[in-house]
């Protein structure tokens, strides 16, 4: 699956907001919001290199 950057930061800021077929929501924990701007974006590069 190519997931955009826009994707990721939301599935991390907000991981309900779009839940995959067969997931639940409720299950990924919502407590990475306040990462700075340079983590976040860290994160987001890291895991669209995947
Ligand atoms: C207890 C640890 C975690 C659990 C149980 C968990 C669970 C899940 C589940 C079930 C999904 C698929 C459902 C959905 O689309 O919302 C998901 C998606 C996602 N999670 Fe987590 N998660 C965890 C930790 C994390 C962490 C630490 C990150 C990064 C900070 C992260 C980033 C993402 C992203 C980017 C997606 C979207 C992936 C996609 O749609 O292909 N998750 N998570």
Request: charged share 20%.
């Amino acid at each position: 699956m190519a997931a955009t950057d826009a994707y990721i930061e939301e599935s991390i800021r907000s991981p309900d907001a779009k839940i995959v077929d067969g997931y639940s929501a409720g299950l990924m924990q919502n407590d990475y919001g306040g990462l700075s701007a340079e983590d976040m974006n860290a994160l987001i590069a890291y895991i669209a290199s995947r």
